[in-house]
């Protein structure tokens, strides 16, 4: 059995999720999101794509982990609770969905233990519950009441601990090794599909103390006109002379992710380029000034915002979010964002990406960082030279 | 803008898709799963995370593409439906769900083009159709009748052309290579996470002519006694003398998936290691050989069985899957399966990942091929020593 944290640690997230139960009145927590699940019971393996929950109630000293028979043995290596709360299904459950569910399991298990007629919590919203599932477990389930559960747990993840902040810090140094590789051998004629084997291959191999795990999203690196979009990562198809490049990755590490993005320009960069790049940066860098606790999430925002517009640009999507322990499809912990109207107060050890970005017509950049607040401002967790890449 | 496939057959799987429609009496189809999104739009992007849709109906030529305002871009390069077909909402959609949400967008644009009031299909148990989207898409439409419309397109996905076999035959070429030099580097004293690292590396550099794309999942390749769990990876341990370990990758081209699994013993394997591989190979290769058009999934699955129950094992879990186009988190088409009671036909140019895997006690055993049914019988995709590998 590996343990990442000290059993004290899970069970004082276990305490907060009951304590934030009972204020919402919840007497049943089915938790699904795999972070979520991971959090609490320190599950982790690569079986997310099939139903499994953990399940937590005040009935319940442990969380108890339900899931596929042969992924049984992967709760026992990764979980800390005991095996009396590691609940297996068997295969049959995932053979024909109009006659039995792992939703119908689940339900099943809780009549067993008395809890079929409580209010019960489930994440509406959270990757994976799905509107299938959840017509099972309300078929499954008549005199439950079912309240809407969604962030409850991810609420809990937005302060880490020391021992997160210090997986953090090791994701940081493999994206910035990777980044830092990436970069140099970014060039004229060398395939993009190459420099995206260096980056996986540094931010798993890592260095001589640890490696790294697989990122919950592959790097996103268009190059030229690609830029535009998004959300496009690599072809194999070799970089050109005059080419913008954007590069956001993130390193892992015990599922714990540090992002961090970058923009090279192969070439002589244009005057634009040069003038977009700096006013990202100076608005990265007020932003990350004005990060301190008290300070909220749409104030870091509109700071941001007017830096740029002092320049006749504007960023009509969110420039930053919570980011911490993860799993496919994103890093993100999708609680607090950098966006108007949001009041989120920033506190000591709260952890985001700042992802300044700008889609713009024909080419895009993007320079980030992953930071911390701190108990009297902000520090980076990625360090990495702020500013464009001319190759 | 990059076409992978000729518009001709783009058209021609809508044209499937809008028949199967007919059957089932469906008007309006909203796609949510993104390997299906990318099946008949053409869509490639790392924005499955937020909310998007392909839709589909008589009244629409073309699929229509809604997603997120900064990847409109990412829409125009990678499909090849009209602009006009490209539909993009502002960030706000993403910011107060209480407020607005992407399928109320959805559901407004169905109700400027007259389809409110229709029999719309959804995919109720796709990946990342949650449960909220559904009861925000039923209150936006309170005239529609919602039908399952789950796995409708995954189904027509199941009989590959020549174009799509192509692209499955050089993901074999990526992950044969990466088997290849991972079963090479394995030792006493080496790293996990190096091996992974190296896998990783070759699955996305490729070879001279093409590289490769991210997985959909990542390596599975657990060592010693963590074999015992079906979904364990690497961990930055390093090899032990006298330790099973097993590999299940996949490359990856275009979206398009050929997984393959070896069991590597590293030391003096004992006979009991030996046998049960010998004993998987030979339930491996008597169900390849059964594998022909007109032969059902059970059928497959029953002579597996009945090879290994000669020798007193026995495995409880299905024992393979369609394969091809895939997004995370997982490469399986979630169709046909072979399992007791599957009474689904082979038909030519049907793919497969044949999974016969052995979790036992202490230790577990895969060894696995790709391969499609061909007109009068079957051949591995996947071309890689089937054998037990002792370093």
Known sequence: ??????????????????????????????????????????????????AQAVVIAPEFEQPVWIGRLQDYYCAVETTWVDTDNIIAYPDKFLWDTTKRHVMGFIADYLKEHGLDKKVIGVEMDAYYFTA??????????????????????NWIRGIKSEKELEYMSRAARLVEKAMKNAIDKIDVGIRECDVAAG?????????????????????????????????????????????????????????????????IYVGKAPQKVHDTAAIVVEGLNTA???????????????????????????????????????????????????????????????????????WLDGYGIAITETFRITEKGSETITKFPRKLFVK
């Not at 959300?231 to 599922?255: A, F």
């Not at 714990?256 to 923009?263: D, E, K, Q, S």
């Not at 000591?348 to 700042?354: A, G, L, R």
Request: glycine share 6%.
């Open 199 to 263: 980056i996986y291959s540094d931010i798993i191999s890592g260095n001589a103390e640890f490696g790294g795990d697989y990122p919950s999203l592959a790097p996103i690196m268009p190059s030229g006109k690609r830029t535009s979009g998004a959300h496009l990562t690599w072809t194999d198809k070799k970089y050109q002379d005059n080419q913008i490049v954007y590069m956001e990755m993130s390193g892992c590490y015990r599922r714990y992710h540090a992002p961090l993005t970058r923009t």
């Open 132 to 153: 299938f599932w959840y017509q099972w477990l309300q078929k499954s389930l008549p005199n439950a009441i079912f309240k809407d559960a969604t962030k409850l747990v």
């Open 288 to 358: 990350l000034e004005l990060a301190k606790p008290g300070v909220t999430c749409e104030e870091i925002e509109r700071v941001w915002q007017k830096t740029i517009n002092k320049y006749g640009l504007e960023k009509e999507s969110r420039m930053g979010y919570a980011v911490g322990l993860s799993y496919p499809p994103v890093w993100c912990e999708d609680t607090a964002f950098f966006k108007p109207g949001e009041k989120i107060e920033l506190k000591p050890n709260m952890t985001f990406h700042m992802m300044p970005g700008m």
């Open 1 to 50: 059995m590996v343990m990442l944290f000290e059993k004290s640690e899970y069970i004082e997230r276990v305490n907060k999720v009951k304590e934030s139960m009972a204020v919402r009145e919840i007497e049943v927590l089915i938790i699904t999101d795999p972070a979520n699940m991971c959090y609490l019971s320190g599950y982790d393996a690569l079986s997310f794509y099939e």
